[in-house]
């Protein structure tokens, strides 16, 4: 089945320690979305990318990087994590820009643990 | 004014009950708005979008009023399989996609 996928489910890593997120989708879709979800809270935008064309929103912090390095494959780069940082991963993918019937499929998620 | 603001709820709601929330959005120049479930520790998933005529997809039927910037979502004979937390999504001109903070419905025996 066409899906997307992200690894790993879980993540735990130290405090300042790099931790690399990745994502993987056989939808063939143009656009592939990161997002943040903390506990109780919506899911927050951090970037997307529209094939090869990164738009970052205007609040993430740089700490947060992304790769994409083919249509399939879009990776989320944390530089130094903190604690604030422990959260949900989403990625979502869309066939094409938002829109009326351009909906988002939805990664499992990632939970990342900072300790 | 928050851009996208729903009830958090929770709604406890008898089984088999009709269930309406509401979800308020500031900027009138939004093109396009959907409904997403979200299970606990799980992915959103699409619900149904929301077209300007309204529509409906078996038992829930969404509605958008663009003069009073909301949408809606009403569930008809409620199961409770449909407890979950339900989000409002509104998509802008430029793209922006901004997610409402989730209404909580438990279905109750």
């Known amino acids: 089945d066409a899906m997307v996928i992200q690894n790993p489910r879980y993540q735990v890593t130290q405090f300042g320690k790099p931790v690399t997120l990745s994502c993987s989708q056989t939808?063939?879709?143009?656009?592939m979305y990161w997002y943040q979800q903390k506990s109780s809270q919506a899911p927050k935008l951090l970037f997307h990318?529209?094939?090869?064309?990164?738009?970052n929103e205007a609040d993430t912090p740089d700490n947060f990087q992304s790769r994409r390095p083919n249509t399939s494959f879009c990776f989320l780069d944390i530089r130094s994590p903190g604690l604030g940082d422990a959260a949900m991963y989403l990625c979502?993918?869309?066939?094409?820009?938002?829109?009326?019937?351009?909906?988002?499929?939805f990664g499992p998620g990632t939970r990342l643990t900072v300790l | 004014r928050k851009e996208v603001e729903q009830d958090p709820g929770p709604f406890n709601v008898p089984e088999g009950a009709t269930v309406a929330f509401n979800c308020t959005y500031s900027?009138?120049?939004?093109?396009?708005f959907f409904w997403y479930r979200q299970d606990c520790r799980k992915e959103p998933k699409l619900l149904m979008s929301?077209?300007?005529s309204g529509n409906e997809d078996g038992r829930f039927t969404a509605q958008l009023n663009r003069a009073s910037q909301y949408i809606s979502l009403l569930i008809r004979d409620s199961k409770l399989s449909d407890s979950a937390t339900y989000l409002c999504?509104?998509?802008?001109?430029?793209?922006?996609?901004?997610f409402g903070k989730g209404t909580r419905l438990h279905i109750l025996p």
């Open positions: 979502a993918t869309s066939r094409d820009r938002p829109g009326p019937s351009n909906e988002q499929f």
């Open positions: 939808l063939n879709h143009n656009v």
């Open positions: 990318y529209y094939d090869k064309d990164f738009n």
């Open positions: 900027n009138s120049a939004s093109q396009s």
């Open positions: 929301v077209y300007s």
């Open positions: 999504v509104v998509n802008d001109r430029d793209d922006k996609i901004i």
